[in-house]
């Protein structure tokens, strides 16, 4: 797996350890949050700033490759021992971006998707009691 798969995957396992809403909609705060999470659990610090260049956030010039200090704590956040165990328990799982993308979209859409019928539900209530109340 090339860094950049790497990078993908850290990112994916991220987003499904944490259970929030999908990172293309993070705000400030969580990326604040993360970077606080992530140094406690590894003892590394890492800015937000730096969260914000690997989710992307933050365009880079070319693809974004954090130092190997960056790439240990985010392994350590996710259970590896640091980034070279993170890789060799992950060489043989390969993923292309167009799949991280297509799952992280599916995560947003579902969010979305259970919210519309409900609104709809309550619209029409409010509405026919409005119709039968006149």
Not at 3 to 13: F, G, S
Not at 41 to 46: K, L, M, P, Q
Not at 71 to 95: E, M, Q, R, V
Request: proline letters at 4%.
């Amino acid at each position: 797996m090339s860094d950049n798969e790497c990078l993908d995957k850290v990112r994916l396992e991220i987003e499904k350890k944490l259970n929030w809403e999908p990172s293309s909609l993070w705000k400030e705060f969580d990326y604040i949050m993360l970077a606080q999470i992530i140094s406690e659990a590894s003892s590394i610090t890492i800015s937000p700033h730096t969260l914000k260049r690997l989710f992307g956030k933050i365009k880079y010039n070319d693809q974004y490759n954090p130092q190997l200090a960056t790439k240990d704590a985010l392994s350590l956040f996710l259970g590896y021992s640091n980034w070279t165990d993170f890789i060799l328990k992950n060489k043989t799982t390969t993923i292309e971006p167009s799949e991280v993308e297509k799952e992280i979209t599916e995560k947003g859409k579902k969010k979305k998707g259970v919210f519309s019928p409900y609104l709809i539900m309550i619209l029409m209530g409010l509405f026919s009691l409005m119709v039968y109340n006149v």
